[in-house]
């Protein structure tokens, strides 16, 4: 029997995926529990449409990423932060402070997690921080911390 499947089932698939199961396991298991739908004409022609309209939203948030990151490596963010002696910050500078200050300069919220940042910056200088927008956008930070006035 063929079937599109409507939530993940494990060792099947995912949402909108067309399967042929054995008739009992369509019957008795998958559409009780509305796991799957039989597929009919008019199923397969929305299962298309909607994977459609996924593939051109997903287009969309490349794109946005994209730009995003193109914003990204021409930015410099400059932070101020109490020093010591030998130039050591008293604290330390974190992805969320950073994000907070991107989110500044760009005027939208930027996401803390998606700076690498392995541990907090504690000196004075240019840092640059490795961003993962998404799966194929990547772009790199320009973080200047300076000691203040």
């Known amino acids: 029997m063929k079937i599109v499947l409507q ?3 494990k060792g099947l698939g995912g949402p909108g995926d067309v399967k042929d199961v054995a008739d009992g ?10 796991l799957a739908i039989p597929a ?3 199923t397969l022609k929305n299962v298309e449409a909607q ?11 490349q794109a946005e990423a994209r730009a995003l990151a193109a914003k990204l490596a021409a930015t410099t ?8 002696s030998q130039d050591r910050l008293y604290g330390s500078i974190t992805a969320a402070d950073i994000a907070a200050a991107l989110g500044k300069e760009l ?3 930027f ?6 940042l392995d541990e907090p910056i504690r000196e004075l ?5 490795p961003t993962n927008l998404m799966r194929d956008v990547n772009a790199t930070v320009t973080v200047r911390v300076e000691a203040e006035a």
């Open 7 to 9: 939530e993940d089932v």
């Open 25 to 34: 396991y369509a019957r008795n298991f998958l559409l009780p529990r509305k």
């Open 40 to 42: 009919t004409a008019g």
């Open 51 to 61: 994977k459609a309209a996924a593939a051109k939203r997903q287009a969309q948030l």
């Open 77 to 84: 963010v400059v932070l101020k932060a109490r020093v010591g």
């Open 107 to 109: 005027g939208q919220p």
């Open 111 to 116: 996401d803390r997690r998606k700076l690498q």
């Open 125 to 129: 200088g240019t840092h640059t921080i």
